[in-house]
């Protein structure tokens, strides 16, 4: 089968992109393609690469991708050996990437890929004065009410614990600086801490509303039960990390232009 034509925002595998866009996944054969789909027409005016990061999905997940690849470039395919968790997949997709810029989705399709382009071009606008996180704000949840108030509550209580101001941490819209995030320690969960551990960084983040939409195939991986547990472990694990960080304020370098040296 012939190849189709990149968009033309779409960069080659061996052109750096602007932004890499980093997809986890873990059986989420039905909606693969349609995101796929609605990220390459919403990113066809900026320069960038897709990375879809199975987390060793067992339904056809790659597979199906495999067959999109031969009509899309600019998509890169990675794969765990096992079943590793969400942080897992963003920090392989993060160590892969090729742009400056990360921005990442869930793979379940709730997340319009239009959203991530609005964080970017908001970042651009900033140029040097961007934040070190851009992350969504979902004003209209489309999960069901267990769901939604037990974010509710986690949120409040992150709020309230870590003070990263951030009213909604679990946002699956995220838009972050690659040698940031790479620079950050690693931990199971810490996609959920983002804020705070960009902030602890002494970088600003900033919150942008973002729509959500109803799951169309599949079910969730997340429940109440996973995530209050490991939530309440993790909590207090970055909560030593942000006491245990020393801030040494504007550092400069002495005697290059005089204004510093004796």
């Known amino acids: ?14 052109t750096a992109p602007s932004l890499s866009v980093v997809i986890p996944v873990h059986n989420e ?3 693969v393609g349609p995101l796929l789909a609605q990220a390459s027409a919403s990113l066809k005016d900026v320069p960038h690469e897709i990375i879809f990061v199975d987390d060793a999905s067992t339904d056809g997940t790659v597979a199906e991708l495999n067959k999109l690849r031969t009509q899309t470039p600019f998509l ?5 050996a096992s079943q590793a968790g969400q942080s897992a997949a963003m920090h392989t997709g993060a160590r892969a990437a090729r742009g400056a810029w990360v921005g ?6 709730q997340n319009d890929p239009a959203d991530l382009v609005k964080l970017w071009r908001t970042a651009e606008s900033e140029s040097d ?18 769901r939604i108030i037990s974010s509710r509550v986690a949120n409040g209580v992150r709020k309230r614990l870590l003070r990263d101001s951030v009213p909604d941490s679990g ?9 940031v995030f790479l620079s950050m320690p690693y931990f199971d ?4 801490f983002l804020p705070a551990l960009i902030q602890r960084e002494n970088l600003a983040v900033r919150s942008v509303p973002v729509g959500h939409r109803p799951r169309q195939a599949g079910r969730s991986k997340y429940g109440v039960m996973n995530r209050l547990w490991v939530g309440i472990v993790d909590l207090c694990g970055v909560m030593w990390l942000l ?5 040494a304020g504007k550092v400069t370098e002495v005697g290059l232009d005089g204004g510093d040296s004796d």
């Open 1 to 14: 089968m012939e190849a189709a034509p990149s968009p033309a925002g779409a960069v080659s595998l061996t």
């Open 29 to 31: 054969v039905a909606n």
């Open 76 to 80: 890169r395919i990675l794969r765990h």
């Open 104 to 109: 990442t989705l869930d793979g379940d399709g």
């Open 129 to 146: 004065q961007a934040a070190g996180l851009y992350i969504g704000h979902r004003v209209s949840r489309h999960d069901n009410g267990v």
């Open 171 to 179: 946002c699956g819209v995220k838009l972050f600086r690659r040698d």
């Open 189 to 192: 969960h810490m996609h959920r």
């Open 243 to 247: 006491r245990r960080r020393r801030n």
